[in-house]
Nanobody
Framework: EVQVVESGGGLVQPGGALRLSCTVS????????IGWFRQAPGKEREGVSC????????KYADSAKGRFTISSDNAKNTVYLEMNSLKPDDTAVYYC???????????????????WGQGTQVTVSS
């Protein structure tokens, strides 16, 4: 059974940090690209970052560059999203998704991802 499970969301003050985790099962991690997406109320789901299980290659949306870091622990089939200098505009439900045989060279768009987690809420507020 394929499963994608996120954790680590919560409430944080502006300027604070959070680390999200995503554990994937039912796949060979090496064959995956794992992406993080977010969706704020009334807005479309947007890509944040992705990482290739094969070689650790990464890609970031402009909104994430310099503040967010994606990494993976292949032995644990887990991807992390370290988020720093958080802003109220970062408030959203964050989703992890897996793309089987995908590529970080594809656009960071939901259509390229096949399996999704349930999402975790991140709220940035004082």
């Amino acid at each position: 059974e394929v499963q994608v499970v996120e954790s680590g969301g919560g409430l944080v003050q502006p300027g604070g940090a959070l680390r999200l985790s995503c554990t994937v099962s039912g796949f060979t991690f090496h064959d995956l690209v794992i992406g993080w997406f977010r969706q704020a109320p009334g807005k479309e789901r947007e890509g944040v970052s992705c990482i290739a299980g094969s070689d650790g290659g990464t890609k970031y949306a402009d909104s994430a560059k310099g503040r967010f870091t994606i990494s993976s622990d292949n032995a644990k089939n887990t991807v992390y999203l370290e988020m720093n200098s958080l802003k109220p505009d970062d408030t959203a439900v964050y989703y992890c998704a897996a793309s089987l045989y995908g590529s970080i060279n594809y656009p960071l768009a939901p259509i390229h991802y096949d399996h999704w987690g349930q999402g975790t809420q991140v709220t940035v507020s004082s």
